[in-house]
Nanobody, 125 residues
Framework: QVKLVESGGGLVQAGASLRLSCAAS????????MAWFRQAPGKEREFVAA????????YYADSVKGRFTISRDNAKNTVYLQMNSLKPEDTAVYYC??????????????????WGQGTQVTVSS
């Protein structure tokens, strides 16, 4: 069982930066692929970024590539999402997700077993 708790959301202006954190419980964090998804009002939840269990590989949605960076600290059981050059279209609830050693389909929600409760990010124009 893995419990995920996100933090770091807030209200910022376009062009600003935010760093989201996701703290995970459990002793097997380093065996889990971690990801961030987001859901904007009236839209389906979508993939944002993922990182392999070792941290050696990262994956991004085209819409955030070059602006967002996912990282993890296995000693702290925490995954981060650094978001730079934020745009109003980045406004959404951001969810952290964990899946046991995902080799493929990093962007598919069904590949992930555990989800956090979400943190709101609002970007004003």
């Amino acid at each position: 069982q893995v419990k995920l708790v996100e933090s770091g959301g807030g209200l910022v202006q376009a062009g600003a930066s935010l760093r989201l954190s996701c703290a995970a419980s459990g002793r097997t964090f380093s065996s889990y692929t971690m990801a961030w998804f987001r859901q904007a009002p009236g839209k389906e939840r979508e993939f944002v970024a993922a990182i392999s269990w070792s941290g050696g590989s990262t994956y991004y949605a085209d819409s955030v590539k070059g602006r967002f960076t996912i990282s993890r600290d296995n000693a702290k059981n925490t995954v981060y999402l650094q978001m730079n050059s934020l745009k109003p279209e980045d406004t959404a609830v951001y969810y952290c997700a964990a899946g046991f050693r995902i080799y493929y389909s990093h962007s598919f929600q069904a590949a992930y077993d555990y989800w956090g409760q979400g943190t709101q990010v609002t970007v004003s124009s």
